[in-house]
């Protein structure tokens, strides 16, 4: 069946949408966006406990999801299945040699996606925006399947929670030191 909805997919392929995917699949290539917006979020010290936040998030995503699950579960790239419309040979993007569960370019994104959006809702809707682009990309693309994404979604929002939870008493300090601040 997923192969069925990737197949799917196939039939959205326009020569200025394959541009559109390839743009955002290359965002989430080694998460090198979003950890861009980490690295400016940690020398901004307004943002700095935001950026400590995201890369716990990053990392942990990094070492559980993209280190471990992928060797555990070994499973293969879409386009390697027997089923498969695409061929590695017929890819739009270069051929991938690590395994496709979970979705690491998603994964990484939903949890940068969801601390963005516990910083600021705004930014977190284009960052969930982009996020989701990304991930669809994966599919477009034909490299992940869509639990693989779904699941590198589900990762991602966990690994944004678990993060928020460790720093919460640094959120509370500042925002207790300001409140403070502006009484004095």
């Given at each position: 069946?997923?192969?069925?909805?990737?197949?799917?997919?196939?039939?959205?392929?326009?020569?200025?949408?394959?541009?559109?995917?390839?743009?955002?699949?290359?965002?989430?290539?080694?998460?090198?966006?979003?950890?861009?917006?980490?690295?400016?979020?940690?020398?901004?010290?307004?943002?700095r406990i935001w950026g400590?936040?995201?890369?716990?998030?990053?990392?942990?995503?990094?070492?559980?999801?993209?280190?471990?699950?992928?060797?555990?579960?070994?499973?293969?790239?879409?386009?390697?299945?027997?089923?498969?419309?695409v061929t590695a040979s017929?890819?739009?993007?270069?051929?991938?040699?690590?395994?496709?569960?979970?979705?690491?370019?998603?994964?990484?994104?939903?949890?940068?996606?969801?601390?963005?959006?516990?910083?600021?809702?705004?930014?977190?809707?284009?960052?969930?925006?982009?996020?989701?682009?990304?991930?669809?990309?994966?599919?477009?693309?034909?490299?992940?399947?869509?639990?693989?994404?779904?699941?590198?979604?589900?990762?991602?929002?966990?690994?944004?929670?678990?993060?928020?939870?460790?720093?919460?008493?640094?959120?509370?300090?500042?925002?207790?030191a300001l409140r403070e601040?502006?009484?004095?």
């Open positions: 069946m997923e192969i069925s909805i990737l197949d799917a997919i196939q039939s959205l392929h326009t020569p200025w949408l394959n541009a559109v995917m390839k743009f955002f699949t290359f965002l989430g290539n080694a998460g090198w966006f979003w950890i861009a917006i980490t690295v400016i979020l940690l020398i901004l010290p307004k943002t400590l936040t995201m890369g716990t998030a990053l990392l942990l995503g990094q070492v559980i999801g993209c280190v471990i699950m992928k060797q555990l579960v070994a499973r293969p790239r879409p386009y390697n299945s027997p089923d498969a419309l017929q890819l739009l993007i270069r051929e991938l040699k690590d395994y496709s569960f979970p979705s690491g370019h998603t994964q990484a994104s939903f949890a940068s996606a969801a601390v963005i959006w516990r910083m600021n809702r705004k930014a977190g809707a284009a960052a969930f925006a982009v996020a989701g682009l990304i991930a669809f990309s994966r599919m477009y693309f034909y490299v992940h399947y869509p639990t693989d994404v779904c699941t590198g979604a589900v990762l991602g929002l966990i690994w944004a929670w678990i993060s928020v939870r460790f720093f919460r008493p640094l959120y509370e300090r500042a925002a207790s601040k502006k009484q004095k």
